[in-house]
């Protein structure tokens, strides 16, 4: 678990979010909630599986768009580590809203936690050896804020969020550039005050952005041996990261070469969604 729940997104974001998916979801009316009786009541939330939680902020705004007035007490802290057939929180509100908040609110909730428990395997496999875990750009179309707030919640760190906040040299931008070094120089040129991450393809390469410099130097797709050697030759004086092909059985040997950070695009986008039950009527003793 991170240690502190991380600072979710801007409240204005959040509620963009729970504007488009209610839109989405609801369009000009529920027409199966607008036959209920429209009186107050109660539901409980379940999680059926062990997990860790992330997308609170997400749930409360979706439920609170319809009903203002419903009240939700957690049971659970964000980012906290559950287990299967947790209660993790009790609503109190009008029938009509609660029935219709009910899957988009398990959406985000789902969602986002499924990110956030993935992630939290991954961390947990590189306990103790320094490396960290980084999500990319690889997230869900729309939720990107959302999905990174998640991989926080799972113990990880963010990568650059978009291509407007690290200037990242990849093998199309160091070919077009002409060299890696013309693409560095181009960059500080440019961008000074932004944060210069390198990908390299082999230890020439290595070297050269070693020599041209940067912040970090992205190994993409090394051999083991290979990985090590650059280890050895960076020797601390710039961070190395990880990625390409990266799975959990093989992370930990990764980490124990010496390598700063892996960075795992399955964190956001191999989704596979927690198991979530919203329940009209009291909790279950």
Known sequence: MAPHPPTAPAQALIEADVARALAEDIGSGDVTAALLPDTADCAYLLCKQDAVIAGRPWFDATHRALDPDVRIDWRVAEGGHVSAGTVLAILRGRSRSLVSAERTSLNFLQTLSGTATTTAHYVAAVAGTGTRILDTRKTLPGLRLAQ???????GGDNHRIGLFDTVMLKENHIRAAGSLTAAVHAARAHYPSLP???????????????????????????EPDMRREAVRITAGRIPLEVSGSVDLRGLRAIAEDGVDCISIGGLTKHVQAIDLSLKLGPAPD
């Open 148 to 154: 990174k707030y998640a991989v926080r919640c799972g």
């Open 196 to 222: 210069l991450v390198v990908e390299v393809e082999d230890l020439t390469q290595l070297r050269e952005a070693l020599a041209a410099g940067c912040e970090r130097i992205l190994i993409d797709d090394f």
